[in-house]
Every structure is written in C-alpha cells, then in structure tokens.
C-alpha cells in the first residue's frame, strides 16, 4: 500500500501547473478568487521551507475575453495576440495575489527550443535558481505569441511544459491542478460509469489509452498530455499528482497526504540531469542501427560507424539525434558527425573514416557518455 504522506509531506521543490479550466471561471474572466487561495496555500509552503514554481495557464482566454472575441478562435494568429494580451494581464493579477504575502512573484516565458539548446537550458535553470533563492516564486507560461509547434497545427499544452520545468528543476512533486478529480478510466464528462485511479504505478498502454481530450472548449491538452507530463516525470524521478482545483485548500492537502486526485509513482532509477537533456531534446534527424550496435549502445558502449545502417534528416556535428533498431527509436544521443559525413562512413569500420572522409574527429559516432536510452 502506498503511503502518500511519506512520499508527499517531504517534498522540498513542488511544480504546481493550474489549468486554463481552473484559472479561468465559466464566463471567461480570470478566476481572482482561486489565485488568492493559490497564493494564501504556496505562501504557507514558502514560510515552511519549501520552495514552490508555478506554471500558470490562462493568457489566451483572458485575452480572448479582453479583445472581446465572442468566440473560441482557431486561427494562430489570432490566438498569439490574445495570448500577448492577456498574459501582461494574468501576471498582474498573480502580482497582487502574492503581494498579500509580501511575495514577489517572476514572469518567466518558455518554449520548447529553451529545454533543446544546453546553454539556454542551463541559463534556465540557473535564473530560476536564483530566483527561488531569493524568495522569489517563479510564474512560468509558453511564450505562446512566438510559438507554434510543426507538428500539432495548435499551440502546446502546459502540462508537458510543466513536466519539463519540474525535471529540468530536479522538482520531487509536479501537481497539475484542473477541473476534474484525476485520472479516470474513461473521460468522466461522457461516461458515467468511469472510475477515479488514485494510483498509476507504471504507465502502460491500457493507462495511456485513457488519455482522451478535453471536453471543454477551454482548456487544450486533456489528459492524453497530462500523461506525457507523467512520462516525464516518472523519468525525472518526480512525483506527478491530478487533482481538482474546486477542492478546499487543494495544495495543502494534496501534499498533506491526503488521498486526494491521482498519484503518479516517480521512478526510482533517475537519469543524470544531462541525459535528461538528451532525452528531452528536439532530436534533428534519426540514426538507424543494427542489432549489434543497440546491444553495445545498452551495455553502455559507444555507438561506432560500422553499426550505422541509415541515416535520416540533416543534422549538425553537436546535434541531438534519434536512434532507431528495427523501427524502434530506443535512445537519442548526441552526434560527432554530421548527416553528410555519415551517410558516407555508414557500415564502415573506425580505421577507414580517415580515408573517407580524408579527417576523422573521432572513432565513434555518438560517445557513451552523450547517449540517453528511452527504457
Ligand atoms: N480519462 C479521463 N479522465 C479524466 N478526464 C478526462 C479523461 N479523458 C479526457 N478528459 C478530459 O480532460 C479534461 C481536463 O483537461 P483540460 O480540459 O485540458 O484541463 P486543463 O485546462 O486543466 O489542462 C477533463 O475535464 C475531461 O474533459
Ligand atoms: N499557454 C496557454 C495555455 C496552454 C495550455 O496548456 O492550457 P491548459 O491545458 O488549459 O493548461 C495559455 O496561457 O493560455
């Protein structure tokens, strides 16, 4: 039986991501009331020691509400220039809900790109560092006006945002706090038979299955990515808790032990912050391998030219890249040599590179130490 008090009441970095259904009422203006109980519960955890980051959904509806759009707006253009609206609008709200506490409260605006690059990422983690030293709580949202995603024609969700920051931050608990109790077997709001999970040991297939969309017009994600969020965390060796925003004095209690929401277990066995990296990161192409290669690369070896069979996208010396065995990508690392080069060392064995390519640089092609496995 797990014992949430152990694992939660001890926690020192708490990530709480709130929701676009929690931070925002039914009408579309900004839920004041549910930032000053925010901010009345971190202020407590602030005065115990604890050190708290927020990620703060909400600059798109307030914006929208702001710029009077009668509607829910498709187009991306459209919904950057609410999100630029209301962000300014969001913080200051934030700003005044701290201010009771005397707690200064730091806008930080994040994309994707800022986990890729290992010098941005280090930065990021550096100011917010200083910041929490400084009794400062950060408030983190997607730089949703600079930002859309190639692949998904939406913008991104925070709930993987948030994963990211609490992994990037070595964060013990994530909580995501939305407008329904957890992880339930089946979307809830369509089916009245579906059952709450209080705990997800490990998630699998059948788990990921019930990640459906929201039903709501308002928030974007749903529970398929806060499931990748989990994914994350359970990598990260953090903690991930769902709960519903309306519960009385939600956060205290989550952290309390309380059997409130979903528990996501963390994994035991963490990856060092830099593999972390590697993992996280957008990868620029894929390196496909043989058998005998994905064997050394799991025994800890470095992958070399001659277990190269394919080559795909075109990357740089330095960038992150995908490895593939028999169609399944089981790692990513980062390359010595770049798309061009390895196309005409492929297969070749370590003492031929030099009169290949008429240089080598090295004798692998991704080194050990650079190379992330995803099990
Ligand atoms: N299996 C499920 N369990 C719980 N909620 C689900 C499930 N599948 C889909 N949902 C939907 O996910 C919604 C919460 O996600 P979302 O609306 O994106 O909230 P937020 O804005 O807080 O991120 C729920 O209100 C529900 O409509
Ligand atoms: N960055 C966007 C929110 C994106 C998002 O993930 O929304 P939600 O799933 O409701 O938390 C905004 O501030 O409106």
Known sequence: MINRKEILDDAKKIVIKLGTTSISNEDG??????????????SELHNAGKQVILVSSGSIGIGIEILNL???PKEIPVRQAAAAVGQGFLMQHWMEAFRKYEL???QILLTYDSFTNRLT???LRNSISTLLSYGVIPIINENDPICVHEIEATLGDNDKLSAMVASKTEADVLMLLTDIDGLYNKNPKRHDDALLLNTVEEITPTIESYGGSPTSMKGVGGMRTKIAAAKICNMAGCYMVIANSNVDNVISRVLSGENIGTLFLANQFVHKNRIRWI??????????????AKKAISNSMSLL?????EVEGDFDRGDIVKLECNGEVFGKGITDYTSEEL???????????????GYKNYDHVIKKENIGLLK
């Not at 030219?305 to 069979?309: A, E, K, M, N, Q």
């Open 343 to 357: 196309k005409a060392i492929k297969g070749k064995h370590t003492d031929m590179i030099a009169e290949i390519l």
């Open 29 to 42: 203006s900004l839920n004041t009331e549910f930032m000053e109980k925010v901010a009345a519960q971190v």
């Open 104 to 106: 200064n409260v730091a």
């Open 305 to 309: 030219p001659s277990g190269v069979l």
């Open 70 to 72: 009668n509607c829910r």
């Open 279 to 292: 993992i996280l990161g957008k990868a620029s192409g894929i390196i496909k391998v043989d058998s005998g």
């Open 121 to 123: 990422y280090l930065n």
